[in-house]
């Protein structure tokens, strides 16, 4: 029905930046709230940020001044700009979207990519 594709992640510095992508794909009549989580090892998935339709933007007090997160709703896609990475922030990113498809019309549905790895590391 609806695919999320991140890309973006890898292994950078601590105070380096990264920029995750999120693109969604398929039967989509429209994309409401979009989000970024994450999931360290033996940690549970916490949410990063979020961004709503209208523009609308949520963070994790961890990320704040130092992550941004925007979409394109053109391209159905979301982006994660993170600068001043720390060990910390080392974890799987996973998209998150929740979208109302068109097959069955007008059902909204929370979606998950496949996650990408982010690594902070001297």
């Known amino acids: 029905q609806v695919r999320l594709v991140e890309s973006g992640g890898g292994l950078v510095q601590p105070g380096g930046s990264l920029r995750l992508s999120c693109a969604a794909s398929?039967?989509?009549?429209?994309?409401?709230?979009m989000g970024w989580y994450r999931q360290a090892p033996g940690k549970e998935r916490e949410l990063v940020a979020a961004i709503t339709s209208g523009g609308n933007t949520n963070y994790a007090d961890s990320v704040k001044g130092r992550f941004t997160i925007s979409r394109d709703n053109a391209k159905n896609t979301v982006y994660l700009q993170m600068n001043s990475l720390k060990p910390e922030d080392t974890a799987v990113y996973y998209c998150?979207?929740?979208?109302?498809?068109?097959?069955?019309?007008?059902?909204?549905?929370?979606?998950w990519g496949q996650g990408t790895q982010v690594t902070v590391s001297s």
């Open positions: 398929g039967s989509i009549f429209s994309i409401n709230a």
């Open positions: 998150h979207g929740k979208v109302t498809i068109t097959q069955p019309m007008g059902v909204t549905l929370a979606f």
